[in-house]
C-alpha cells in the first residue's frame, strides 16, 4: 500500500517570497508522483508529474519538484509566489499508469500581499 | 481545450434518496474514475473503469455504489440509498491511452440531508 504525508496543512505567504510544500510518500514499488492544485471552488489541476528520467520536474505557472527516491520526497517549490497562487496543493502517488492516486491531505497556500 | 465536466455542481438529496452523479470525460479517453472529499479530509479513490468494467475499488465503494458507462460519452456514479457521511465532493476523471495523468472535473457536492 501506497500513502502520502503533507507535512503543513496551511502555509502563509508573502507575495514574491518563495514557497515550499513539503510531501512525502511510501511505497514498496516505484511510484510516479503528481503535484495537483485546487484554486477555490474548482477541480482538481495537474502541476506536474515525475514519470521516470530527470528528477527536477518543471510544471506550469512557475512551478518545479524534485524528486528525491532516498529520501522518499517530492518537494514543490516556487521562487516567487503571486496572490493567484492562492490555492490548496494536493501531492499524490500512483504505482503505475492507469493505477489509482493516492493523495496527500492537502496543504492550503494563503498569499498575502 | 478539451476538459471533463461534471453535473450537478451541487445536489441535494434526502437520506436513503438514490442519486446519479453524472460525469461526461474527455472523448477519446479511456480510463475513468470516480474520487472523493468529504470536508476536511484527503481526497480517497472509489473506484476505476477501464473497457467496460470496473478495474479496480476501494473498500468505500460498497454495495451501495454502481457505475455505468450507459453510452459512449457518460460516466456516471449511483448511490442506492444515501447516508448521512455520503456527504462529500466528488470528483470524476479520466485518463488517455497512455494514462500518465489523470484529469479531474469540476465537482460535484453533494449534501445528504
Known amino acids: 500500500a501506497q500513502s502520502v504525508t503533507q507535512l503543513d496543512s496551511q502555509v502563509p505567504v508573502f507575495e514574491e517570497a518563495p514557497v515550499e510544500l513539503r510531501c512525502n510518500y511510501s511505497?514498496?514499488?516505484?511510484?510516479?508522483l503528481f503535484w495537483y492544485v485546487q484554486y477555490p471552488n474548482q477541480g482538481l489541476q495537474l502541476l506536474l508529474k515525475?514519470?521516470?528520467?530527470?528528477?527536477l520536474v518543471k510544471g506550469i505557472n512557475g512551478f518545479e519538484a524534485e524528486f528525491n527516491k532516498s529520501q522518499t520526497s517530492f518537494h514543490l517549490r516556487k521562487p516567487s509566489v503571486h496572490i493567484s497562487d492562492t490555492a490548496e496543493y494536493f501531492c499524490?502517488?500512483?504505482?503505475?499508469?492507469?493505477?489509482?492516486?493516492?493523495f496527500g491531505g492537502g496543504t492550503r497556500v494563503l498569499v498575502k500581499p | 481545450e478539451p476538459e471533463v465536466t461534471q453535473t450537478p455542481s451541487h445536489q441535494v438529496t434526502q437520506m436513503g434518496q438514490e442519486v446519479i452523479l453524472r460525469c461526461v470525460p474527455i472523448s477519446n479517453h479511456l480510463y475513468f474514475y470516480w474520487y472523493r472529499q468529504i470536508l476536511g479530509q484527503k481526497v480517497e479513490f472509489l473506484v476505476s473503469?477501464?473497457?467496460?468494467?470496473?478495474?479496480?475499488k476501494s473498500e468505500i465503494f460498497d454495495d451501495q455504489f454502481s457505475v455505468e458507462r450507459p453510452d459512449g460519452s457518460n460516466f456516471t456514479l449511483k448511490i442506492r440509498s444515501t447516508k448521512l457521511e455520503d456527504s462529500a465532493m466528488y470528483f470524476c476523471?479520466?485518463?488517455?491511452?497512455?494514462?500518465?495523468?489523470?484529469?479531474f472535473g469540476q465537482g460535484t457536492r453533494l449534501t445528504v440531508v
Open positions: 473503469f477501464y473497457n467496460n468494467e470496473i478495474s479496480e
Open positions: 499524490a502517488v500512483s504505482k503505475a499508469a492507469g493505477n489509482k492516486l493516492t
Open positions: 476523471a479520466s485518463g488517455g491511452r497512455e494514462n500518465t495523468e489523470a484529469f
Open positions: 511505497s514498496s514499488v516505484s511510484v510516479y
Open positions: 515525475y514519470l521516470s528520467g530527470s528528477t
